[in-house]
C-alpha cells in the first residue's frame, strides 16, 4: 500500500508499538443477507463461472473462458492506525481515517450504494486486505463504524467482513481474500507486519489461512487466497527465497498454499506475491526490490497445478532499488516515475511480468494486485508515469488491482471513490478526475475473451530442503521412502527431467496429457530388477528402470545420492524405442526444450516432448556425487 514516509529500515531504528491481537473463539458465519434485486451491471458481473483456474499466463473460469481480474483494493480491515498516539484519535490514522479494523465507507454509505457505485467503474473483481488481528478479536465494532448500515451494529470486525464478503459475492463480484498484516496497524515500513511470521508463527499464520479459507468455502465466488503483502526486510533480517530458514518466503509460500488447496478449499487461486524489500536504504549498502525476480530459478509447484498465480506491485515513487522513502532512508536510486518509458518496461519485464512467458517452469498470470496514484497529484513525472504504467497495462491485457478503492472526501485523494460524510461521493466518476483517461484506457483496451485452449505445463520439483511430493495420489499413499527426500509431480503430470547435483526435477503433460492410469498403484524402484536382460541402458551405472507399462513421477535422494524412483502405470500402452540421456558432464535437452532452466547452474537432462522418462541411472563411485547421471528416455506410443 502507498505512504510518502515510509520508513524503511536505517543503522537505528526505534521500536515500534504493536497492536496486541486478542485471543478468543471467533464467531460462526452468519446467513448472507437477502439477495438484492438484479440490474444490468449485476447480470453481466455474473457472466463468470467459479471456480478459476489458470492455463498458461491467463486465468480462466470454470467454462474455460479467459476471466481478467479488473480489480480494486476495498482496504480496512487490515487496520489503519499509524502506531503513534491514540488508537481513537483519527488523526493517528492513516489519511486520517480510522477504519475501526473494516472495510472503509461503512460509515458514510449504504453497501447497496457502495456496490452499485463498484460496478460503474467497471470493476469485476475486489482485492480485501485482512490482518490476523481481525480474525480474533472478540470486540463489537462502534455503532459509528457502521453508521450507515446499522444492519451491522452490535457484530465484531470478523462478522461484519463476513457481511461485506457475502454482499459482494451476490453482486457477481470475484473476492480475493488478502492477508495484508499481522497487526491490524498500517502497513509497510518496521511496524510488526513485515513478513508473515513477524508477529506470530509461520504455523499460526498458515492455521489462520486454513481458518479463513474453511470460512468462506460455500461462497464459490470467493476465489483466491493472496497470502501476504509485501513481505520485507525488519530492522535485522532480510526475508529469502529458497534458503530454507524461518525467513524463506518461499518455502513459507509453499507450505501455506498446499495446506489450503489439501484443507480447506481446492478451489482457491493461490496468489503469491514476490519480495518487495531487502537489504537497507543507504547508498553504498546493497538494496532493492527482488520482487519475482527468484522465480525465474525456482518456482513453485503446488498440489493443484492450475491455482498459482504470482503477483507484484508497482507504485510511482518506489523504484527498482528505491524503498518509496522520502528523507530518513532516501537514496538515490531512480524511482520508476523517474525511468524513461522504456527503462520503465525494461524493469516491469524484468522484475515482474516475465512470468507470463509461456512454456516455463515458472509461467503463470501475473496479477498487479497494487499501483495507484492521487487525484491531486501535481508532479508531471509522477502523472507521466501512471500513463505509461497503465499504457503498458492495455497493451499487455494486464490483470489488475487499484490501490485503494475507496476513502474519505479530503482526506485520501488516491481512492478511486471518495465520500464525505453525508455520503455524497467524489473521484474517478466525476468528469474532472485527471486520472479517468488512464483507467479508461486500461479498462476499454483489447482484451483475449472467450475460451483459452489448455497448454502444456511445465513444472519444477525442489529437494532443497525436503520433501516437495505435490501428488494427492501419492500422498494418500503415505511415506513411500522413509527418511529420504521424497519428489513427486503434480497429479496429471509426469516427470520429464533431472537435474545431476541440485536435487531438482521437471514436470509436464506436453503431448501425453495425463498418462497414469486410474487407482493409486505405485511401483518404488530402489534396484535393478527391472532392467531386462540385454537391455543395459547405462553399463556400469546403478540403474533405476520403472516396469513394463508404467513411468516415472517422482524420485528420492539421501543427501547428494540418488534413493529410489517413484513410478505409475499408464492408461494406456507404453514401451516405445528408448534412448538414454546423459547429463554428467554437460546439459543435455532437446534443442527446443521448453520448461526453461529447471535447475539453474546445475547440468540437465531432459527427455523429449514425444517421449517419457522410464528409469535413472547414477553411480555410487568414488568421487561421485551420486546423483542423477542419465534418463532413460522412451517413445510415447
Not at 487461486?269 to 514476490?274: A, F, K, P, R, T
Not at 497445478?305 to 518506489?318: D, N, R, W
Not at 503415505?478 to 526435477?505: E, F, M, N
Request: proline fraction near 5%; aromatic fraction near 10%; charged fraction near 20%.
Amino acid at each position: 500500500m502507498p505512504t510518502r514516509l515510509v520508513q524503511y529500515l536505517t543503522g537505528v531504528a526505534s521500536a515500534v508499538l504493536l497492536l496486541a491481537a486478542t485471543p478468543g473463539a471467533v464467531a460462526a458465519v452468519p446467513a448472507p443477507p437477502a439477495p438484492v434485486a438484479r440490474t444490468a451491471a449485476v447480470a453481466q458481473a455474473e457472466a463468470w463461472q467459479p471456480p478459476l483456474s489458470t492455463s498458461g499466463r491467463y486465468i480462466v473460469d470454470a467454462a474455460g473462458n479467459r476471466f481478467r481480474l479488473k480489480s480494486a483494493n476495498w482496504d480496512g480491515a487490515q487496520g489503519s492506525w499509524t502506531g503513534s498516539g491514540s488508537i481513537t484519535d483519527p488523526a493517528n490514522h492513516h489519511a486520517g481515517q480510522n477504519s475501526y479494523g473494516i472495510p472503509l465507507g461503512l460509515d458514510r454509505v449504504p453497501l447497496a450504494t457502495l456496490l452499485a457505485d463498484f460496478h460503474a467503474l467497471g470493476i469485476n473483481s475486489i482485492r480485501l486486505p485482512f490482518s490476523n488481528e481481525m480474525i480474533h478479536a472478540t470486540a463489537t465494532v462502534p455503532d459509528a463504524a457502521v453508521a450507515a448500515n446499522p444492519q451491522l451494529r452490535g457484530r465484531t470486525s470478523l462478522q461484519v467482513f463476513d457481511s461485506v464478503v457475502a454482499a459482494l459475492t451476490q453482486e457477481g463480484f470475484a473476492v480475493i481474500l488478502n492477508n495484508h498484516t499481522n497487526t491490524s496497524r498500517w502497513c509497510c515500513g518496521v511496524d510488526g507486519n513485515e513478513r508473515w511470521n513477524s508477529s506470530q508463527s509461520t504455523q499460526q499464520w498458515a492455521d489462520d489461512w486454513v481458518f479463513m479459507a474453511r470460512r468462506y468455502a460455500g461462497d464459490p465466488r470467493v476465489v483466491g487466497a493472496d497470502l501476504y503483502n509485501e513481505v520485507r526486510r525488519d530492522v535485522l533480517d532480510d526475508p529469502n527465497w529458497g534458503l530454507g530458514d524461518n525467513h524463506d518466503w518461499y518455502a513459507a509460500a509453499q507450505f501455506a498454499a498446499d495446506r489450503i488447496l489439501t484443507e480447506a478449499n481446492p478451489n482457491l487461486l493461490i496468489i503469491v506475491e514476490g519480495i518487495n524489500w531487502t537489504g537497507l536504504p543507504v547508498d553504498g549498502l546493497p538494496h532493492g526490490r527482488p520482487m519475482l525476480t527468484p522465480a525465474r530459478t525456482l518456482s513453485h509447484t503446488l498440489v493443484a497445478a492450475h491455482k498459482l498465480v504470482y503477483s507484484a506491485h508497482f507504485y510511482g515513487y518506489t523504484g527498482p532499488s528505491h524503498s518509496g522513502a522520502t528523507g530518513i532512508g532516501e537514496t538515490h536510486d531512480a524511482r520508476y516515475q523517474d525511468l524513461s518509458r522504456d527503462a520503465l518496461y525494461q524493469a516491469l519485464y524484468d522484475e515482474a511480468f516475465f512470468v507470463e512467458d509461456g512454456g516455463r517452469h515458472y509461467t503463470a498470470p501475473l496479477w498487479i494486485s497494487e499501483f495507484g496514484i492521487g487525484a491531486g497529484e501535481s508532479n508531471s513525472a509522477a502523472r507521466t508515469w501512471f500513463g505509461n504504467l497503465t499504457d503498458y497495462f492495455a497493451d499487455h491485457d494486464t490483470d489488475f488491482a487499484y490501490w485503494p478503492l475507496v476513502g474519505w472526501e479530503g482526506h485520501d485523494d488516491w481512492a478511486l471513490l471518495r465520500y464525505d460524510t453525508d455520503g455524497h461521493r467524489y473521484g474517478l466518476l466525476d468528469p474532472n478526475d485527471w486520472r479517468a483517461a488512464d483507467w479508461n484506457h486500461v479498462m476499454t483496451a483489447p482484451t483475449r475473451t472467450g475460451s483459452v485452449a489448455p497448454v502444456s505445463s511445465w513444472h519444477m520439483l525442489a529437494t532443497d530442503h525436503g520433501d516437495h511430493v505435490e501428488s494427492l495420489r501419492v500422498r494418500a499413499g503415505g511415506d513411500w521412502d522413509s527418511g529420504a527426500s521424497k519428489a513427486v509431480c503434480p497429479d496429471g503430470l509426469r516427470l520429464a527431467g533431472l537435474g545431476h547435483t541440485a536435487g531438482r526435477g521437471l514436470c509436464t503433460d506436453v503431448t501425453a496429457g495425463d498418462l497414469r492410469a486410474a487407482g493409486n498403484t505405485q511401483t518404488v524402484v530402489t534396484d535393478e530388477r527391472n532392467v531386462p536382460s540385454g537391455g543395459d541402458w547405462a553399463s556400469g551405472y546403478t540403474k533405476f528402470q520403472c516396469p513394463s507399462n508404467q513411468f516415472l513421477i517422482g524420485f528420492s535422494r539421501r543427501g547428494g545420492r540418488t534413493s529410489a524412483a517413484l513410478c505409475v502405470p499408464a492408461r494406456t500402452s507404453l514401451g516405445g524405442a528408448g534412448r538414454t540421456v546423459w547429463f554428467d558432464r554437460s546439459d543435455n535437452r532437446p534443442a527446443d526444450a521448453q520448461g526453461g532452466d529447471f535447475a539453474y547452474g546445475d547440468y540437465k537432462g531432459q527427455c523429449a516432448d514425444d517421449e517419457y522418462a522410464a528409469g535413472i541411472a547414477f553411480t555410487t563411485r568414488i568421487g561421485s556425487s551420486g546423483g542423477p547421471a542419465a534418463l532413460f528416455c522412451r517413445k510415447l506410443v
